[in-house]
C-alpha cells in the first residue's frame, strides 16, 4: 500500500509539475508609430523538448489574394494551395528556399507542396501580378504570425530563457531580425515587441504592378 501512495505522489507532482510548466507568451507588435502590427513573424529559440512533427498547412486564394497574407511553418511543413475565386490562378515562387510552380488551376491541386528548408518563400500568380504573399519557414520551435490587432499567444511554453527573431514584409530588405533574449517565467509573459519597417508600397512612387513580386523576389533572395 505504501509503495502505491508513493507511486500516486510521484505521478501528481509530475503531472502538476508539468502543468506548471506550460507558459503562455502574449506578444504585442508595434510600428515606429506605436501603432499595432499585423503579419509580423515571430521565432523562438529555447529549452529543448519541442519535437512536435511538421503540420500540414494551407494558403487560400480568395478576392485575387494569397490568404493568409503571410503564413510561419516548420521545416518539413506540406501545404496545400486551394483556389477559392471563380477564377484560374497560377501559383509560382522563384526563391531559393523554394521553386514551384502550380499551373493554372482551380479548386484545390491534389498533391500539396513539401516546405523543406528554412527561409522566406515568395509567392506570386502568373496571371495576376499584383497577387504576393510569402510563406516564413523556420527551424525553430516555436513561432508564429501576428493578428490584424497585432498581437499573438504562444501556449504550452516551457518555462526558460528565449531568443527571439522578428520578421515582416516590410523589414529592410526583407531581411530577419533580432527581437532580443528574455526568460518566460512558469506564470507566463506578455512581451511588447517594436519592428522597424520601410514604408508601404502605397507610399513609394508609383511602379507597373508586374514588379511587385520582382522587387520581392530580389530582396529575399539575399536572405
Not at 98 to 107: I, S, V
Amino acid at each position: 500500500m505504501t509503495h502505491v501512495v508513493s507511486f500516486l505522489l510521484v505521478a501528481t507532482t509530475l503531472l502538476f509539475g508539468t502543468v506548471a510548466s506550460a507558459a503562455t507568451l502574449t506578444a504585442d507588435f508595434v510600428d515606429a508609430q506605436g501603432k499595432p502590427l499585423n503579419d509580423v513573424v515571430l521565432t523562438l529559440q529555447g529549452p529543448a523538448g519541442k519535437t512536435d512533427p511538421a503540420p500540414k498547412a494551407d494558403m487560400d486564394q480568395r478576392d485575387q489574394r494569397f490568404a493568409p497574407h503571410v503564413l510561419a511553418v516548420r521545416t518539413g511543413t506540406q501545404i496545400k494551395f486551394p483556389n477559392s475565386d471563380d477564377i484560374r490562378h497560377q501559383v509560382y515562387s522563384f526563391s531559393p528556399a523554394k521553386r514551384f510552380e502550380l499551373r493554372l488551376y482551380g479548386g484545390t491541386p491534389s498533391d500539396p507542396v513539401l516546405f523543406d528548408k528554412p527561409g522566406l518563400v515568395v509567392l506570386g500568380c502568373n496571371i495576376h501580378d499584383w497577387m504576393l504573399g510569402y510563406v516564413y519557414v523556420t527551424d525553430d520551435p516555436w513561432f508564429g504570425v501576428s493578428s490584424d490587432k497585432g498581437t499573438l499567444a504562444l501556449d504550452q511554453m516551457p518555462a526558460g530563457h528565449y531568443v527571439a527573431t522578428l520578421w515582416h514584409p516590410q523589414a529592410p530588405d526583407m531581411q530577419p531580425v533580432s527581437g532580443g533574449e528574455f526568460d518566460i517565467p512558469a506564470s507566463g509573459l506578455h512581451q511588447r515587441f517594436s519592428v522597424a519597417m520601410q514604408p508601404k508600397s502605397d507610399d513609394m512612387p508609383p511602379a507597373p504592378p508586374s514588379s511587385a513580386f520582382g522587387d520581392a523576389f530580389h530582396k529575399a533572395a539575399h536572405e
